[in-house]
């Protein structure tokens, strides 16, 4: 399985996104329980141009995380809130509080 192959409903992402594009979506979008951070609110580990500052200490949750087609649909957008509201809504989790994210 290609996990950069996006699902029938959505348009095809590019071949060449293929690996993590430092966007901070993954770091901002997901609850992320070991770090007791909330749904759509940034890592308190997310620095300057999106690069977690623990990364050789970072949880196995964000350790597992591999990028995928998600990648390539969020990456492009122009800031870390629209990323952000973009994978809470292909999750299908726009309902939830709106993103605590500065632009």
């Given at each position: 399985?290609?996990?950069?192959?996006?699902p029938?409903?959505?348009a095809?992402?590019?071949?060449?996104?293929r690996?993590?594009?430092?966007c901070g979506?993954?770091?901002t979008?997901?609850?992320?329980h070991a770090l007791?951070?909330?749904?759509g609110v940034p890592?308190v580990?997310?620095?300057?141009?999106?690069l977690?500052?623990?990364y050789?200490?970072?949880?196995g949750?964000?350790?597992s995380?591999?990028p995928?087609w998600?990648?390539?649909?969020?990456?492009?957008l122009?800031?870390?809130?629209?990323r952000a509201?973009?994978?809470?809504e292909?999750?299908g989790?726009e309902?939830a509080?709106?993103?605590?994210v500065?632009?």
């Amino acid at each position: 399985m290609d996990l950069f192959a996006a699902p029938p409903d959505f348009a095809p992402r590019s071949p060449l996104v293929r690996a993590c594009t430092a966007c901070g979506a993954c770091c901002t979008a997901p609850d992320i329980h070991a770090l007791q951070k909330p749904l759509g609110v940034p890592c308190v580990h997310l620095g300057d141009g999106c690069l977690c500052t623990v990364y050789a200490a970072r949880p196995g949750v964000c350790r597992s995380y591999q990028p995928d087609w998600v990648c390539g649909e969020v990456a492009p957008l122009p800031t870390l809130e629209a990323r952000a509201r973009r994978f809470l809504e292909i999750y299908g989790l726009e309902g939830a509080e709106s993103p605590a994210v500065g632009g």
